[in-house]
């Protein structure tokens, strides 16, 4: 496919009339430079993108079962409150009257989110989960330097966790202690109680983790870390499982991250802008950033604020949808989405087990993981091989390959949104692949043969990525 910059052949072609000029003419300093922008027309524009669209798959084509991403079907209704111009055509320094439905909206959604999590304020700053990673161990970070306690410098993490939270904390100063898996998925305790010690700053976990499982054994991990004098950092990516049925801060946390675009149907973005809040506990709300909603503060909240980590409240638009999502399904709705979300799981997990194994054998929570380490090792098939034949029947990957205690992982993470029948189609096509295995493995090798782009060359790309157009 062409760029759209190739499509620019003759100059002056617009896809944009300014309105007629109203106000005295500015002159604006002369460039130096000429700016290389594309030149082409309305339609032009429309075809180039809605082609560009075409050759990606959006939850709005199909099945994404992408695991711990939390694909869930994005309702309209988000978009269309989203699109009124009272929200979209404003702007957060005009006069506080003039806005008040904008911090309205900020502060109802900030009290939900702290209903859902047991947290007693939430700022909804930071722009994506490892924002929010970011920005919770820089209260993590303020907690103990107000407290004196400068020792504290390491940060606790599972072996299963998402890359995220070791970079996060790492970027913050900490030094990253790993803790390692038991045999049932969940953290090792008495690996823990070796671990912790007067460096301990704090334990960021994932519950349920990164296999899909509750980890049992949370109220006593909490108290390990906090007799130590460390904190608890719930990472929310996975609160999807457990929304409505039980709460971080009731498990013992002291801070949450959420994504907003995972468990609260704002849409991934596609790098676009997100929204990762974080809340916290009373000790903790005074480092929290400067500008925090919520019709319940607690009186020193932001006193002692670490700073700002992103302009105003953060991506409004963004928390919006999730604000309309809260409000429409209401807490039995958000309720019964956990349920469906971790029964939809287990019925998936269920149609797939006796072919293919699974990592960890126990009722999963909204997503499992499935290991291809035997597949492989009989047939030359590997995870990777699989995920790209599903393409060619319409569905998204699993996530592969993560976490990263279990060999040839596929992490199946369905969602509520999708029906028994999508379900079924899904364990047919895996079902159908699995017979491949033994009777045709290079068809899997060579998928997927019915995409725009078919099978790349993913050592290349990652050794020799070309980033840079050339003519
Ligand atoms: C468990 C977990 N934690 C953190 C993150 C980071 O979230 P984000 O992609 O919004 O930065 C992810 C993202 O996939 C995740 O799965």
Redesign the pocket.
């Known amino acids: 496919m062409q760029l759209i910059f190739e499509k620019s052949v003759v100059n002056g072609r617009r896809a944009l009339t300014l309105p007629e000029m109203n106000i005295a003419e500015y002159k604006l300093p002369e460039y130096r430079e000429e700016i290389d922008l594309p030149e082409v027309a309305e339609i032009d524009v429309v075809r180039h993108y809605t082609g560009l669209s075409k050759l990606a798959h959006g939850v709005d084509d199909g099945f994404y079962p992408l695991?711990?991403?939390?694909m869930k079907y994005n309702p309209k209704l988000n978009e269309a409150v989203a699109a009124f111009e009272g929200f979209t055509a404003i702007h957060p320094t005009q006069p506080k009257e003039t806005v008040r439905g904008w911090t309205d909206a900020l502060n109802m959604l900030s009290d939900y989110l702290c209903e859902i999590t047991g947290m007693d304020a939430i700022t909804l700053q930071p722009a994506?989960?490892?924002?929010?990673?970011f920005t919770g161990m820089q209260l993590i970070k303020a907690y103990h330097k107000y407290n004196k306690d400068f020792g504290r410098k390491q940060i606790l993490v599972p072996d299963s966790?998402?890359?995220?939270?070791p970079a996060s904390a790492n970027m913050c100063g900490f030094e990253i202690v790993t803790v390692p898996s038991n045999s049932e998925g969940g953290v090792d305790i008495e690996a823990l109680k070796t671990l912790v010690c007067e460096k301990t700053a704090g334990l960021m976990l994932?519950n349920p983790?990164?296999v899909g499982l509750f980890d049992r054994n949370i109220t006593e991990i909490c108290e390990i870390v906090h007799k130590a004098g460390g904190l608890m950092y719930y990472?929310?990516?996975?609160l999807n499982a457990v929304m409505g049925i039980c709460r971080p801060g009731d498990m013992g946390f002291d801070v949450v991250?959420l994504?907003l675009?995972?468990t609260f149907s704002a849409p991934?973005g596609g790098g676009g802008p997100?929204c990762?809040p974080v809340g916290c506990k009373k000790a903790l709300c005074k480092f929290l950033p400067l500008g925090v909603y919520g019709s319940k503060l607690p009186k020193d909240t932001a006193s002692k604020s670490i700073g700002k980590v992103k302009s105003f409240g953060g991506n409004f638009l963004v928390a919006l949808r999730s604000a309309v999502y809260i409000v429409t399904l209401g807490a039995d709705g958000l309720l019964d989405a956990s349920e469906l979300a971790v029964l939809n799981a287990n019925y998936l997990l269920a149609l797939l087990k006796d072919k293919y194994p699974v990592a960890y054998d126990r009722i999963c929570m909204h997503e499992f993981v499935l290991t291809a380490e035997n597949i492989k090792h009989e047939t030359g098939v590997s995870a990777l091989d699989i995920s790209k034949a599903l393409l060619d029947f319409g569905i998204h990957p699993p996530?592969m390959y993560?976490p990263l205690i279990v060999h040839e992982a596929l992490m199946f993470e369905p969602t509520e949104t999708e029906s028994k029948e999508t379900l079924e189609y899904a364990a047919d096509a895996m079902l159908k692949i699995y017979d491949k295995l033994y009777t045709n493995p290079q068809e899997l090798h060579d998928a997927p043969i019915s995409t725009a782009i078919g099978r790349v060359d993913e050592v290349q790309a990652a050794r020799h990525p070309v980033l840079k157009y050339n003519k």
């Not at 695991?67 to 939390?70: E, P, Q």
């Not at 994506?128 to 990673?133: F, I, V, Y």
């Open positions: 695991g711990s991403c939390t994506a989960g490892a924002h929010g990673e966790a998402h890359g995220t939270n994932t983790n990164t990472d929310g990516a996975n991250h994504n675009h995972k991934h997100g990762g996530t993560f």
